[in-house]
Nanobody, 126 residues
Framework: QVQLVESGGGLVQAGGSLRLSCTTSGGTFRGFAAAWFRQAPGKEREFVAHITWGGFNTYYSDSVRGRFTISKDSTKNTVYLQMNSLKPVDTAVYYC???????????????????WGLGTQVTVSS
């Protein structure tokens, strides 16, 4: 049973950077595609970034493309989200998710992911 644990969230000023990490316990990311979602208060969970199971292709929402980078280190069973040029609108709880059945373009719906972490808070001050 794959369990996901996020870390790296915190408080940062606008324009700053954070790197989120997502590690597995009880399994590995091998054979899983992974993604990051976020949810701000009063809003629905939204897609941020996706990396295919092999780690060769990545996809981003329009709102973060060019600022965020998703990557995967299978040797460490860890998926990362490097977030640069952060804005106050990026403030949210960030969730790591993993999927066995969806890898590639179109995997931007939370329903396509069967494994989730509990989330890590990211707060960007103006």
């Amino acid at each position: 049973q794959v369990q996901l644990v996020e870390s790296g969230g915190g408080l940062v000023q606008a324009g700053g950077s954070l790197r989120l990490s997502c590690t597995t316990s009880g399994g590995t990311f091998r054979g899983f595609a992974a993604a990051w979602f976020r949810q701000a208060p009063g809003k629905e969970r939204e897609f941020v970034a996706h990396i295919t199971w092999g780690g060769f292709n990545t996809y981003y929402s329009d709102s973060v493309r060019g600022r965020f980078t998703i990557s995967k280190d299978s040797t460490k069973n860890t998926v990362y989200l490097q977030m640069n040029s952060l804005k106050p609108v990026d403030t949210a709880v960030y969730y790591c998710a993993a999927s066995v059945g969806c890898s590639g373009k179109g995997c931007d719906s939370p329903a396509k992911y069967g494994y989730w972490g509990l989330g890590t808070q990211v707060t960007v001050s103006s």
